[in-house]
């Protein structure tokens, strides 16, 4: 079959632009678990001196054969601790997106720095930076042109003739952010043995202060991206931990908002002699990406490991395709507990 440039541009359209298109940026389900892609402020955040997670995303299998796929990893840790709890942390980040049989890649490279200012016992203030960049290509040589057609298919060793030269480009980018953390359960001495803990931490960031510009196909400013977060966390009297979060980001006019919670029962609690390295909890939740999907969610723990899944349940409009399968997600967290790294807990 002769393909014309019109249909050449439908079918990259369709292979590069995600029908979930509110979300021009790197996501994640589980976005508790890509912390520095939410905020800056988040690192050195964590019940740990230091934070290592994975992640691991695909989605739409069901309605293509080159499904999506997104990848993550973080590492933070606190780098300074003074004696009244306040401390200075920081991480380094790097995900990265293939979409369609092109293999579209988007890859977010960043460094983050932030200082926790503990300005009471329970309360946290705390200031991010963070810089990187931003790089978008494609592989070329899966794209097919009309004048490549030989008279029975196609034929990848005629010259396309087409100007390939600018498929590949890298932007810097920097973001802020700020947030508040209340909690019963940290201060400048870890407090190990703290009944019904609660929690909350409220922010707010601002990603791509520079607004990178890409050249590939057609212009494309990424713009402003402004993400506001709630996550909040409690313990019942039956040991259950309930933790509620709401994600908000807005970027171009497209909005992502998820909502939901995580419901944890702690199986073992560990024992003062080995620091509380053998706990083990189990948790299982739902979230709601509004107007778009329904997402059940799974962690196990067990000492300083944690392991979640979860699975987009497709909701909107291409769902008659898809079948109500969206995408599979997968994430890894180690966090250490030794006990030679000080500084102040901070437990969500």
Same mark, same amino acid.
């Given at each position: 079959?002769?393909?014309?440039?019109?249909?050449?541009?439908?079918?990259?359209?369709?292979?590069?632009?995600?029908?979930?298109?509110?979300?021009?940026?790197?996501?994640?389900?589980?976005?508790?678990?890509?912390?520095?892609?939410?905020?800056?402020?988040?690192?050195?955040?964590?019940?740990?001196?230091?934070?290592?997670?994975?992640?691991?995303?695909?989605?739409?299998?069901?309605?293509?054969?080159?499904?999506?796929?997104?990848?993550?990893?973080?590492?933070?840790?606190?780098?300074?601790? %003074?004696?009244?709890?306040?401390? $200075?942390?920081? &991480? /380094? *980040?790097?995900?990265?997106?293939?979409?369609? =049989?092109?293999?579209? +890649?988007?890859?977010?490279?960043?460094?983050?720095?932030?200082?926790?200012?503990?300005?009471?016992?329970?309360?946290?203030f705390s200031l991010g930076l963070q810089g990187g960049f931003h790089q978008k290509g494609l592989d070329v040589s899966q794209l097919r042109f009309d004048n490549q057609f030989d008279?029975?298919?196609?034929?990848?060793?005629?010259?396309?003739?087409?100007?390939?030269?600018?498929? %590949?480009?890298?932007?810097?980018? $920097?973001?802020? &952010? /700020? *947030?508040?953390?209340?909690?019963?359960?940290? =201060?400048?001495?870890? +407090?190990l043995f703290t009944q019904n803990k609660k929690s909350v931490n409220i922010g707010f960031t601002v990603h791509h202060f520079n607004s990178p510009k890409f050249n590939i196909l057609?212009?494309?400013?990424?713009?402003?991206?402004?993400?506001?977060?709630?996550?909040?966390?409690?313990?019942?009297?039956?040991?259950?931990?309930?933790?509620?979060?709401?994600?908000?980001?807005?970027?171009?006019?497209?909005?992502?908002?998820?909502?939901?919670?995580?419901?944890?029962?702690?199986?073992?609690?560990g024992s003062r002699m080995n620091n509380y390295s053998n706990s083990a909890s189990i948790g299982f939740g739902a979230f709601y990406r509004l107007k778009d999907a329904l997402i059940?969610?799974?962690?196990?723990?067990?000492?300083?490991?944690?392991?979640?899944?979860?699975?987009?349940?497709?909701?909107?409009?291409?769902?008659?395709?898809?079948?109500?399968?969206?995408?599979?997600?997968?994430?890894?967290?180690?966090?250490?507990?030794?006990?030679?790294?000080?500084?102040?807990?901070?437990?969500?």
């Open positions: 079959m002769k393909y014309n440039k019109f249909t050449l541009f439908c079918i990259i359209f369709v292979a590069f632009v995600p029908f979930n298109n509110y979300a021009q940026d790197i996501h994640f389900s589980q976005f508790w678990d890509a912390p520095l892609l939410q905020s800056p402020t988040s690192a050195g955040r964590a019940d740990g001196a230091v934070r290592a997670i994975v992640n691991y995303r695909t989605q739409w299998a069901s309605v293509s054969s080159n499904p999506f796929s997104t990848f993550g990893a973080n590492v933070d840790m606190r780098l300074h601790t %003074s004696h009244k709890g306040s401390h $200075l942390a920081g &991480g /380094i *980040s790097m995900y990265t997106d293939l979409a369609g =049989s092109a293999k579209m +890649r988007t890859t977010l490279v960043n460094l983050s720095a932030v200082y926790h200012l503990n300005f009471s016992d329970n309360n946290y008279g029975i298919g196609h034929n990848p060793t005629i010259n396309s003739n087409e100007n390939l030269s600018n498929f %590949s480009e890298i932007r810097p980018t $920097l973001s802020a &952010g /700020i *947030s508040y953390t209340w909690s019963n359960s940290f =201060s400048g001495v870890r +407090r057609h212009q494309e400013n990424l713009g402003l991206k402004y993400i506001g977060h709630v996550e909040t966390a409690f313990e019942t009297h039956t040991d259950w931990l309930i933790s509620p979060k709401v994600l908000v980001a807005i970027q171009n006019k497209a909005t992502d908002i998820i909502l939901g919670s995580l419901f944890t029962y702690p199986l073992s609690h059940p969610t799974l962690q196990v723990q067990w000492s300083s490991i944690s392991l979640g899944f979860s699975y987009d349940v497709n909701l909107s409009s291409p769902n008659d395709a898809s079948r109500y399968r969206g995408g599979f997600e997968i994430s890894l967290k180690y966090i250490s507990n030794n006990p030679r790294l000080k500084g102040s807990s901070m437990r969500f």
